[in-house]
């Protein structure tokens, strides 16, 4: 059974930095996609960024291009993603999801395996 587990998330002030991982298991993750999504309160889940496993491009959501980073470490099945510059706008619960797919979908209904989230506050 395939797990995503989230860590990282916390209490930042606004302009500085967070790293959140997503550990994977229970699978094999070379034909898979794998997102991060971000939920604030009131809010629908919406896409932050996404790649595939096995390399490629990544994308972001326009709302964090070129301060957030996604990364991936294969020997750890992690993938990561450093995030900068953070605003008060970024807080959010943030989901790691993956799905058997070789395109990046960035629609939540496209994702079958879920993380349980880890909230990320920025204050300012």
């Known amino acids: 059974q395939v797990q995503l587990v989230e860590s990282g998330g916390g209490l930042v002030q606004a302009g500085g930095s967070l790293r959140l991982s997503c550990a994977a298991s229970?699978?094999?993750?070379?034909?898979?996609?794998i997102n991060w999504f971000r939920q604030a309160p009131g809010k629908e889940r919406e896409f932050v960024a996404g790649?595939?496993?096995?390399?490629?491009?990544?994308y972001y959501a326009d709302s964090v291009k070129g301060r957030f980073t996604m990364s991936r470490d294969n020997a750890k099945n992690t993938v990561y993603l450093q995030m900068n510059s953070l605003k008060l706008e970024d807080t959010a619960v943030y989901y790691c999801?993956?799905?058997?797919?070789?395109?990046?979908?960035?629609?939540?209904?496209?994702?079958?395996?879920w993380g349980q989230g880890t909230q990320v506050t920025v204050s300012s």
């Open positions: 790649r595939s496993w096995r390399g490629g491009s990544t």
């Open positions: 999801a993956a799905t058997p797919t070789l395109r990046v979908p960035t629609t939540t209904k496209e994702y079958d395996y």
């Open positions: 229970g699978g094999s993750f070379s034909r898979y996609a």
